[in-house]
């Protein structure tokens, strides 16, 4: 099958900025357990990677139009069930409701496996399976499970995945559905995580936690990649993102110093803004106060179960790209959240997960401090990272929202 044009050049610690063979089978940096990032010869890049020959590739299937800045290199290794490409779709009732009337959603709930997990663990299991790994472990909370599923069943490989003991009960027969083997714990992602760090050591299979391993965000910026793409290589003024491990983020942000370096894309960058549950809120609350790194959060507690992340390794590269761009972040209050996932299915937004409403109930949050999200000329865009198949609506809004059902009878 060939090559696939890939110009990975090196890893490089995040923090450390130490740098490592990518052909090395990495997860956390060695010098300071922080993130690693896959880093690419972009000058060779630019030599094949234009506006016209991504049009041309059309017939490739999906985030691999983008090969020169993913990081396996040989097609005979990629892992794929037709990820990526999502639309960017205009949100014109929702929008004008919100005081928005330029929103756009990035639809991700159409990927594989319903949401942007799909992106990062096709890259991750790709790109492991190419260094020789047969047998995967990761921690989730609902999404993650059923893309690193799917994708190693797709590989042949062995999957283990820890989810919280309340993970939604259509994730946890996702994961069986396709043969995984599923471990349920009695505490948060950050349990399942510590968990499932010591049985990788155990057993030898290989950890692709978030941001634990340089891959997942490299299917992810793909995100940004397409988002950049799909404007006419203009990016939106503001991208609002529900933010747990802040993988999508993170991804995006790398990707648009990607394109500029391509000449793609100019300086301008859109203000990001992270968003969370306000039971659990560790990167607003570093924010807020200043700080670079995030306290672990006490007690989170969300429904919104894919941000409720405690601790993220990556805290500090989300909190760097908020402040580079001039962006924030803000929490969200659970009401609101469940509201706001029956509001936007009403203004044609489609069923959208508890985390997508969390951004959209962000907005009129950011308008009433103050924070601009819209000028007569500007344009947001909403990262809607998954459709809701796996979690209805809190029962109690659902019984003051939805009209009885009247059946007629003669």
């Known amino acids: 099958m060939g090559a696939t044009g890939s110009t990975l050049a090196y890893l ?3 923090l450390s900025e130490a740098t490592y063979s990518p052909d090395e089978l ?14 690419y010869d972009l000058e060779e890049a630019a030599r094949t990677l234009t506006p016209e020959s991504l049009a ?9 139009r983008w090969a020169e800045l993913l990081p396996v290199r040989e097609q005979s290794n990629v892992v794929s069930l037709g990820e990526g490409d999502t639309p960017l779709l205009p949100q014109p009732r929702l929008g004008e409701a919100l005081g928005i009337p330029r929103l756009s959603t990035k639809v991700e709930g159409l990927n594989p496996t319903g949401s942007f997990k799909a992106r990062g ?18 921690p989730s909370a609902g999404n993650a499970a059923g893309a690193l599923a799917a994708y190693g069943a797709a590989a042949g490989a062995e999957v283990t ?8 009960p259509a994730s946890r027969d996702e994961v069986l559905a396709m043969g995984g083997r599923l471990v349920l714990v009695e505490g948060l992602i950050s349990d399942c995580g510590r968990i499932a760090s010591a049985m990788a050591g155990k057993t030898g ?41 802040g993988t999508g983020l993170v991804g995006m942000w790398k990707a648009f110093g990607e394109l500029e370096t391509l000449g793609m894309i100019g300086p301008e960058r859109p203000r990001m803004v992270s968003v969370q549950a306000e039971g659990c809120a560790p990167i607003v609350r570093a924010f807020e106060a200043g700080e670079r790194f995030a306290e672990p959060w006490e007690d989170a507690d969300t429904r919104a179960s ?19 761009s001039g962006g924030t972040a803000v929490a969200v209050d659970e009401q609101s959240i469940a509201e706001m996932q029956m509001f936007a299915g009403r203004m044609g937004a489609g069923y959208v997960s508890p985390e997508s409403a969390a951004a959209l109930a962000a907005v009129p949050e950011l308008r009433e401090r103050g924070k601009s999200v819209e000028t007569p000329t500007s344009s947001s865009s909403i990262a809607a990272s998954a459709r809701s198949i796996r979690r209805l609506p809190d029962s109690r809004i659902l019984r003051s929202s939805i009209p009885p059902t009247t059946i007629w009878s003669r």
Do not use: C, H
Not at 56 to 64: E, H, Q
Not at 161 to 168: N, S, W
């Open 12 to 14: 490089e610690g995040a």
């Open 26 to 39: 990495m997860n956390l940096d060695p010098v300071d357990d922080r993130p690693l990032l896959a880093r």
């Open 56 to 64: 041309s590739r059309r017939t490739t299937s999906g985030m691999w």
């Open 121 to 138: 663990m096709a890259a991750a299991v790709s790109r492991a399976l190419e260094l020789g790994v047969t047998s995967f472990i990761a």
């Open 161 to 168: 995945v820890l989810t919280p003991a309340d993970v939604a």
């Open 205 to 245: 299979a290989f950890d692709v936690s978030t941001l634990k391993e340089p891959y997942r965000v490299e299917g992810k910026k793909t995100m940004g990649l397409e988002l950049a793409e799909q404007r006419g290589w203009r990016l939106p003024d503001v991208i609002v993102y529900p933010t747990g491990g």
């Open 306 to 324: 894919g941000i409720r992340v405690p601790s993220a390794v990556g805290d500090f590269l989300i909190l760097d790209a908020l402040r580079e």
